[in-house]
Each structure stands twice: as structure tokens, then as C-alpha cells.
């Protein structure tokens, strides 16, 4: 919904994402409530409760995804105060790349599946080169034009809302490995 807003620059759907941020929170800590009692009362064992750690983690990553689409919303609203700085190419691909991760991460989780969680994994690649293009295409901007640089400023915060989206859906993903199979891959651990 945030990028849809700075896409088709439709700063009023940015409220959605604020209304839809206040429901996140308030999931966030009904599911970790609901975890904990579920630990307290049935003292899971060996892969059950590697499926209540992950979903614990999982629940705190979903939060600050809310989070960072709150960030890319105050940041489009900024950015759409002014004209375009260019047309938007690698931000919309590098959103839809996170939308990618963020439903297969989800589906992963949901399916218990590791092939698809292991996809996740290798689109955080693509997701993070297209961050970089974009800073780099910025930073050109902002050395011929000191004008443009409270827009590309803007932009560069965006694509590093997305990227750090991406992160989280490679945490979940990450998550997901470990409660099907007990291995722990953060930090490139196999």
C-alpha cells in the first residue's frame, strides 16, 4: 500500500498504512501472548517448540515490517510534496522483488516448506543490487542538481525501507529452516 501511494502518487492511501500499522501492533502482542501460554501450558517438546520459537520470531518481524512501510509512507508523503525527481523504474521492480519475498516467506511458513523458504533466501540478492542501482542512480542526481537532493534523499530512504522488508522476509524465511529442521543458517551458518 506505501508504494502503491509513491507510485501512483495517491498520498491519501498512505492513512491506510498508518490504520493498518495500529492492527499489526496489536496482533504482535496477542500472538506473543498467545505463544507464551501455549509454552506454559503444554511444555512442547524437541520440533514443536521450535515452531512456537520460530512463530515468536516470525510475529516480531511481521511488526517491524509495519513498521518500515510506516517509514516508506512518511517518506513518500514528503517525497510527493514536490515534483517528480524522475520516473520511478527500479523502485516499483525492487517493491514488487520484497511483495515476492514477503508472500513466499508467508507461504513457507504456512506450507512448511523449505524449498520455497530456501527461494526467499536467494531473492534478498536481487533485492539488494536493485537497492544499490538505485542509491547510485541518487547520488548521480544529487551531484548535478543540489536541488534534487531532499527528493533523492526521499528515494534512498525508501529503498532502503524495502531492502530492510527484504531483510525481514529473509529472517522469516531463515525462521521457517530452522523450525523444519532444527539448523540454524542466520549469519551464513549451515
Not at 22 to 42: F, G, P, S, W, Y
Not at 71 to 99: C, F, Q, W
Not at 124 to 137: A, C, R
Request: charged share 30%.
Amino acid at each position: 500500500e506505501a508504494t502503491q501511494a509513491l507510485i501512483l502518487r495517491e498520498p491519501q492511501r498512505f492513512q491506510k498504512v498508518y490504520e493498518l500499522e495500529k492492527t499489526i501492533n496489536e496482533h504482535h502482542i496477542l500472538v506473543d501472548e498467545a505463544c507464551v501460554k501455549l509454552i506454559a501450558r503444554q511444555s512442547p517438546l524437541a520440533a514443536d517448540l521450535r515452531w512456537i520459537v520460530a512463530t515468536i520470531k516470525i510475529n516480531t518481524d511481521l511488526e517491524r515490517m509495519g513498521d518500515q512501510a510506516v517509514n516508506i509512507s512518511h517518506n513518500g508523503e514528503r517525497y510527493l510534496t514536490e515534483p517528480p525527481l524522475k520516473p520511478l523504474i527500479d523502485l516499483p521492480r525492487m517493491a514488487s522483488e520484497v511483495r515476492q519475498m514477503v508472500r513466499g516467506c508467508l507461504d513457507a511458513f504456512v506450507r512448511k516448506d523449505q524449498a520455497l523458504a530456501e527461494r526467499v533466501l536467494e531473492q534478498d540478492d536481487v533485492v539488494d543490487g536493485l537497492k544499490n542501482e538505485i542509491l547510485d542512480e541518487l547520488k548521480d542526481f544529487m551531484a548535478k542538481d543540489p536541488g534534487s537532493i531532499s527528493r533523492a534523499l526521499n528515494l534512498i530512504l525508501i529503498a532502503r525501507n524495502l531492502e530492510r522488508l527484504g531483510d525481514h522476509a529473509t529472517n522469516i524465511a531463515e525462521d521457517v529452516i530452522f523450525a523444519l529442521t532444527g539448523r540454524d543458517i542466520r549469519h551464513g551458518h549451515t
